[in-house]
């Protein structure tokens, strides 16, 4: 079946603009995941989303962060007023877990390279 | 606080030439043990999971294993479509995000 999607797969943009970041999950997967893969920082984890409850913004990095998931299933993440330091591949996994799950698998997209000029 | 570290940094091989990849953990309450390949510019693909120690799983040439400290991912007669970036990662929290280690850069050459 499919996997997970990501759009789009490129964005280049300049100092100060805001950007949105699709992602489509795996079909009824219930959980959602954003995480971002900087060089020399690895992956680390952004938002996460369980179904129609609040989301975990914990490891959001400031408030021009943002991210939603309309009807339990795509996900757009906003960055707005962007900086360089946000250049990095933003990555969505999905995985069919619930709170408090331990056996579920997250499936990662392909990645959306970000570049601030 | 929940840390992973993955050595070594990067690994070159020369083709069939077996290794081992560690990764080492420390979390309050191990809920499973991922691994992912990760090849340039996708996103990681998910390889394995070990849930106690002394399991052991096996894909083609790759086989891993967990204590309860760390996990190995043996590489045996490596072929250069092998060469990826190897990632380890345990969940952490009640909403399982993955934390991650730096992974190994595995480099297989004819």
């Known amino acids: 079946g499919a996997g997970v999607s990501q759009s789009p797969s490129n964005k280049v943009t300049e100092k100060g603009k805001d950007v949105e970041l699709r992602c489509d999950p795996i079909?009824?997967?219930?959980?959602l995941y954003w995480y971002r893969q900087s060089l020399g920082q690895g992956l680390e984890f952004l938002i996460y989303?369980?179904?129609?409850?609040?989301?975990?913004k914990s490891g959001l990095p400031s408030d021009r962060f943002s991210a939603e998931r309309t009807g339990g299933s795509v996900s757009t993440l906003t960055i707005q007023r962007t900086q360089q330091e946000d250049s990095a591949v933003y990555l969505c996994?999905?995985?069919?877990?619930?709170?408090?799950?331990?056996?579920?698998?997250?499936?990662f997209g392909p990645g959306t390279r970000l570049t601030v000029l | 606080e929940d840390q992973v570290t993955q050595s070594p940094e990067a690994l070159r091989l020369q083709e069939g030439e077996s290794s081992s990849l560690n990764c080492s953990y420390t979390?309050?309450?191990?809920?499973?043990l991922f691994w992912y390949r990760q090849d340039p510019g996708k996103g990681p693909e998910f390889l394995f999971t070990?849930?106690?120690a002394g399991e052991e799983k096996e894909k083609e040439r790759l086989k891993a294993t967990l204590t309860k400290k760390e996990s190995f991912l043996h590489i045996t007669a490596p072929k250069p479509e092998d060469s990826a970036t190897y990632l380890c990662?345990?969940?952490?929290?009640?909403?399982?995000?993955?934390?991650f280690g730096a992974g190994t850069r595995l480099a297989v050459h004819p």
């Open positions: 070990l849930y106690s």
């Open positions: 989303f369980q179904g129609n409850s609040a989301p975990d």
């Open positions: 996994a999905s995985s069919s877990s619930r709170r408090g799950s331990w056996t579920d698998t997250q499936y």
């Open positions: 079909s009824g997967h219930t959980a």
């Open positions: 979390v309050s309450g191990l809920r499973g």
């Open positions: 990662a345990v969940p952490s929290g009640g909403y399982n995000k993955l934390i």
